[in-house]
T-cell receptor, first 116, second 117 residues
Framework: EPEVTQTPSHQVTQMGQEVILRCVPI?????FYWYRQILGQKVEFLVS????????KSEIFDDQFSVERPDGSNFTLKIRSTKLEDSAMYFC??????????????FGDGTRLSIL | TQLLEQSPQFLSIQEGENLTVYCNSSSVFSSLQWYRQEPGEGPVLLVTVVTGGEVKKLKRLTFQFGDARKDSSLHITAAQPGDTGLYLC?????????????????FGTGTRLTIIP
C-alpha cells in the first residue's frame, strides 16, 4: 500500500540553526500538509499546500517556517532559525483531492526534531 | 479551547470486554476521521465518516458519526491485546460559506487504550 515517507526520522540541531524536514507524499496525491505534535500534546495543523502554493496556514506557521515542493516528489518544511520550542514530532500528510471532497489525509511516521 | 474532546483519556480493560470511546464537539464537522497512533509512529487512518448518522464497521470496530455531525464514537467488541494503542479522532470543520469542510484537520487529545491479556 502506498505510504508517505519522511526523512530523517530524528534530527538534532543547535538552537538558531536552519533545519529542513523532507517528505515524499503518496504519488497521485495533490494536497500536502505539515502537522506537529509537541510531546504530550495533541497533533496541531501547521500548513497545507496545493498547486505549488500555500493553501492555508496556522498561527504557528510564522515567518520562520517555509514549505517547498522542489521537484515532482519531495515536499519540504524549512525552519530558518530554530528555537527550543520547535522541538516536536513533525508529521507530513497528503490527500488525493481537495479536503472538501472528504478525502482522508494519510500521515508519515514523522521526524522527531530536537533543538539543543 | 478544546474543539474536539475525547473521552475517556485513558482506558484499561480486560481482553474480551467491550468498550466505547467518544469524540465530542460543539462544532459541526464536514467529515471526521479516526486514527490509531503507535509510539514513535504517525497516525494511521482507520476510517472516515461523512454523513450524519453514518455507521461504519471495520472487523470488531464500529464507528458512528452523530446525526448533527458534532460527535462520533468508536466501539470495540471483544477487545484484544492487539487493540492497545492511542486512538485519535480528527475532523475538518464545516464552513457554511462554502458548504464544505476546511483544509486542516483538528485533532482530539486522544484515548490511550490498554487491553490486558
Amino acid at each position: 500500500e502506498p505510504e508517505v515517507t519522511q526523512t530523517p526520522s530524528h534530527q538534532v540541531t543547535q538552537m538558531g540553526q536552519e533545519v529542513i524536514l523532507r517528505c515524499v507524499p503518496i504519488s497521485n496525491h495533490l494536497y500536502f500538509y505539515w502537522y506537529r505534535q509537541i510531546l504530550g500534546q495533541k497533533v496541531e495543523f501547521l500548513v497545507s499546500f496545493y498547486n505549488n502554493e500555500i493553501s492555508e496556514k496556522s498561527e504557528i506557521f510564522d515567518d520562520q517556517f517555509s514549505v517547498e515542493r522542489p521537484d515532482g516528489s519531495n515536499f519540504t518544511l524549512k525552519i530558518r532559525s530554530t528555537k527550543l520550542e520547535d522541538s516536536a514530532m513533525y508529521f507530513c500528510a497528503s490527500s488525493e483531492w481537495a479536503p472538501y471532497s472528504n478525502q482522508p489525509q494519510h500521515f508519515g511516521d514523522g521526524t522527531r526534531l530536537s533543538i539543543l | 479551547t478544546q474543539l474536539l474532546e475525547q473521552s475517556p483519556q485513558f482506558l484499561s480493560i480486560q481482553e474480551g470486554e467491550n468498550l466505547t470511546v467518544y469524540c465530542n464537539s460543539s462544532s459541526v464537522f464536514s467529515s471526521l476521521q479516526w486514527y490509531r497512533q503507535e509510539p514513535g509512529e504517525g497516525p494511521v487512518l482507520l476510517v472516515t465518516v461523512v454523513t450524519g448518522g453514518e455507521v461504519k464497521k471495520l472487523k470488531r470496530l464500529t464507528f458512528q458519526f452523530g446525526d448533527a455531525r458534532k460527535d462520533s464514537s468508536l466501539h470495540i467488541t471483544a477487545a484484544q491485546p492487539g487493540d492497545t494503542g492511542l486512538y485519535l479522532c480528527a475532523g475538518d470543520m464545516y464552513s457554511p460559506s462554502t458548504n464544505f469542510g476546511n483544509e486542516k484537520l483538528t485533532f482530539g487529545t486522544g484515548t490511550r487504550l490498554t487491553i490486558i491479556p
